[in-house]
């Protein structure tokens, strides 16, 4: 396939998957055909959390114990797991001195966060599906407040 050509079908792709975000989940999804990736809004449909790997791996086994796991997108440096939930109850997330000091952040009202295609099973440690619910954003928080909490919990140089 010529050059021209390929990218043109990346961007088809990428754009058929922003509209499956919007019209199947109800998300703002947009694409930006330069870096080749999905960005997502935040603040209306939902919010986000991002924590470091390390950490994010004991909050989703404890939200999927609960019964409140959603989807979690992986970066494409394996790093840093991104937890979508429901929106925030209040008008700014406000992260604990705590979790900032274990690297967790929540990302604002109106910012931006780059998910994976859907498609894309390696960067989903929960892939999106249509009809399921987002975990409540205190939910998660709550979750992160507990895993940092745990003796044990992530390596030293994160204590």
């Given at each position: ?7 043109d079908a ?37 919010d986000a959390?991002?924590l470091p ?107």
């Amino acid at each position: 396939m010529p050059p021209q050509e390929a990218a043109d079908a990346r961007q088809h792709d990428l754009a058929g998957a922003a509209d499956w975000y919007r019209l199947k989940l109800g998300w703002p999804v947009t694409f930006d055909a330069v870096h080749r990736r999905l960005i997502l809004r935040t603040g209306e449909a939902l919010d986000a959390v991002v924590l470091p790997d390390w950490l994010a791996d004991t909050v989703v086994q404890h939200l999927e114990q609960n019964l409140q796991a959603g989807p979690v997108c992986i970066d494409t440096t394996t790093t840093w797991w991104t937890i979508l939930t429901e929106p925030c109850p209040r008008a700014h997330a406000d992260i604990a001195p705590k979790l900032r000091s274990r690297r967790v952040y929540a990302i604002p009202r109106g910012g931006q966060v780059i998910v994976a295609h859907p498609l894309d099973a390696p960067h989903w440690r929960r892939a999106p599906e249509p009809g399921s619910r987002l975990p409540p954003w205190t939910t998660v928080i709550t979750a992160t407040n507990r895993a940092v909490d745990r003796p044990c919990s992530g390596p030293r140089s994160h204590r």
